[in-house]
């Protein structure tokens, strides 16, 4: 049903909503050189020589106004995804609440009950936008609900409340989760890919594997290596067991604090596997996988991060410097769980695919993923392939695939 993309492209620097406010500036101008055509009626017989020229002159510049204003608007509504305008027309409306958050979480009676019913709206438009046919206005809720629900408790982001929490968690010297650890199981032969979509069906393979595995593809280059490692979503949806990608994790690495036991856990692999300097890495997720991904990209692994390539993975709240290519299904709401959209950089490029989905399980399932991944590498989008050529994967070149089994302790 297409497919909208933004970002990437360093041409294109200004917001949607700064293209709007310009394009709205250049109507307003050209009205006002319309107006100054008559100005000058009224003002005596000396007037008349400067209003002929006024009537020569602005009639064309106003047209050239126009049609300044009138590209400006198409620039705006081309450029940007149907659902990067919506979500940051939500973000636009519930940022108010962040000036008022403070109070809205103090424990004062009289706005303890604005408090507990912004969290209770916030929780109702959860659970209408996990209900029913996902569509972009089904992740629209979900993304109102975190900010609701986060500004109702004094917090500006879900990050915020958290982050907060765990570091109290920390200074009262209480773990805030275990640790993690990889043992290799498998080594296979592997050819190096390029595509998208083959990226997306080497984590869909991942989930095939019993347990909780991880695919770490070598291939030698220059001095070095490139490493590209491929980091499933969650799988458990418990606190607690043994399966590192459980809701857990998803919590820890949400705050941010400590490394989640599944980046411990992909670190430890990348460990046995001697990563280092002279090494670089591409990370590829889904879901949980996408944002342990991202948490690495923006800390100091000790190896070099070529880049990110993001599965449905809430990772718009991270400042990642490395090249990103983020897809994401509009009818999936795992993405905005941050209650934030993501960048429009020239080093980022996010592509949201416009399709129907019976749950939003399904939309974000990583089978749906795959097929959206398809489409993306038939984008002609200027942005996408930007970003892509710098991913520097060669494809076609022999290596190892070294398969790692998780585990959380």
Same mark, same amino acid.
């Given at each position: 049903?297409?497919?909208?993309?933004?970002?990437?492209?360093?041409?294109?620097?200004?917001?949607?909503?700064?293209?709007?406010?310009?394009?709205?500036?250049?109507?307003?101008?050209?009205?006002?050189?319309?107006?100054?055509?008559?100005?000058?009626?009224?003002?005596?017989?000396?007037?008349?020589?400067?209003?002929? &020229?006024?009537?020569?002159?602005?009639? !064309?510049?106003? +047209?050239?106004?126009?049609? *300044?204003?009138?590209?400006?608007?198409?620039?705006?509504?081309?450029?940007?995804?149907?659902?990067? /305008?919506?979500?940051?027309?939500?973000?636009?409306?519930?940022?108010?609440?962040?000036?008022?958050?403070?109070?809205?979480? &103090?424990?004062?009676?009289?706005? !303890?009950?604005?408090?507990?019913?912004?969290?209770?709206?916030?929780?109702?438009?959860?659970?209408? =936008?996990?209900?029913? /046919?996902?569509?972009?206005?089904?992740?629209?809720?979900?993304?109102?609900?975190?900010?609701?629900?986060?500004?109702?408790?004094?917090?500006?982001?879900?990050?915020?409340?958290?982050?907060?929490? &765990?570091?109290? *968690?920390?200074?009262?010297?209480?773990?805030?989760?275990?640790?993690?650890?990889?043992?290799?199981?498998?080594?296979? /032969?592997?050819?190096?890919?390029?595509?998208?979509?083959?990226?997306?069906?080497?984590?869909?393979?991942?989930?095939?594997?019993?347990?909780?595995?991880?695919?770490?593809?070598?291939?030698?280059? =220059?001095?070095?290596?490139?490493?590209?490692?491929?980091?499933?979503?969650?799988?458990?949806?418990?606190?607690?067991?043994?399966?590192?990608?459980?809701?857990?994790?998803?919590?820890?690495?949400?705050?941010?604090?400590?490394?989640? $036991?599944?980046? *411990?856990?992909?670190?430890?692999?990348?460990?046995?596997?001697?990563?280092? $300097?002279?090494?670089?890495?591409?990370?590829?997720?889904?879901?949980?996988?996408?944002?342990?991904?991202? %948490?690495?990209?923006?800390?100091?692994?000790?190896?070099?991060? !070529?880049?990110?390539?993001?599965?449905?993975?809430?990772?718009? &709240?991270? +400042?990642?410097?490395? $090249?990103?290519?983020?897809?994401?299904?509009?009818? +999936?709401?795992?993405? @905005?769980?941050?209650?934030?959209?993501?960048?429009? %950089?020239?080093?980022?490029?996010?592509?949201?695919?416009?399709?129907?989905?019976?749950?939003?399980?399904?939309?974000?399932?990583?089978?749906?993923?795959?097929?959206?991944?398809?489409?993306?590498?038939?984008?002609?989008?200027?942005?996408?392939?930007?970003? @892509?050529?710098?991913? =520097?994967?060669?494809? =076609?070149?022999?290596?190892?695939?070294?398969?790692?089994?998780?585990?959380?302790?």
């Amino acid at each position: 049903m297409g497919l909208g993309v933004y970002g990437g492209n360093p041409v294109v620097v200004a917001s949607y909503h700064e293209l709007v406010r310009i394009s709205g500036q250049l109507q307003l101008a050209a009205s006002n050189l319309e107006h100054a055509r008559f100005s000058a009626s009224g003002l005596g017989f000396a007037a008349i020589p400067n209003q002929i &020229q006024l009537a020569l002159v602005l009639p !064309d510049l106003e +047209d050239r106004v126009r049609d *300044l204003a009138i590209k400006a608007q198409y620039a705006a509504d081309s450029y940007f995804s149907t659902e990067g /305008r919506v979500i940051g027309l939500i973000n636009q409306i519930l940022s108010p609440l962040s000036v008022v958050s403070t109070w809205l979480g &103090q424990p004062i009676p009289v706005m !303890d009950g604005s408090t507990k019913m912004l969290a209770n709206v916030g929780s109702a438009f959860a659970v209408m =936008g996990l209900t029913g /046919r996902a569509n972009l206005a089904k992740a629209a809720l979900v993304t109102a609900s975190v900010r609701l629900t986060t500004a109702a408790f004094g917090y500006n982001s879900a990050q915020h409340l958290l982050g907060e929490q &765990q570091a109290n *968690l920390k200074l009262a010297a209480i773990p805030i989760d275990c640790s993690g650890k990889a043992e290799l199981v498998k080594i296979s /032969r592997v050819s190096s890919v390029n595509s998208i979509y083959e990226h997306a069906n080497a984590v869909a393979t991942t989930y095939k594997n019993p347990g909780s595995r991880i695919f770490i593809d070598v291939f030698k280059h =220059g001095y070095g290596r490139k490493l590209v490692v491929y980091i499933p979503g969650t799988q458990s949806l418990s606190l607690g067991g043994s399966n590192p990608l459980n809701m857990r994790s998803n919590l820890t690495a949400f705050g941010g604090v400590e490394k989640s $036991p599944t980046q *411990l856990a992909v670190l430890s692999a990348l460990s046995e596997l001697k990563v280092g $300097p002279k090494d670089s890495v591409l990370l590829v997720g889904h879901s949980q996988g996408a944002l342990i991904a991202g %948490q690495i990209a923006t800390s100091k692994p000790g190896f070099e991060v !070529d880049g990110l390539i993001s599965f449905g993975g809430p990772i718009a &709240q991270l +400042d990642i410097k490395v $090249p990103v290519v983020a897809l994401q299904n509009h009818g +999936d709401p795992v993405p @905005h769980l941050s209650g934030q959209i993501n960048p429009m %950089q020239d080093n980022w490029v996010t592509a949201s695919k416009f399709s129907e989905y019976d749950s939003v399980i399904d939309a974000h399932k990583i089978a749906s993923y795959v097929e959206s991944a398809k489409e993306l590498d038939e984008s002609s989008d200027p942005g996408f392939h930007r970003v @892509h050529e710098q991913l =520097g994967i060669q494809p =076609g070149q022999a290596g190892l695939r070294y398969t790692f089994e998780l585990t959380r302790n």
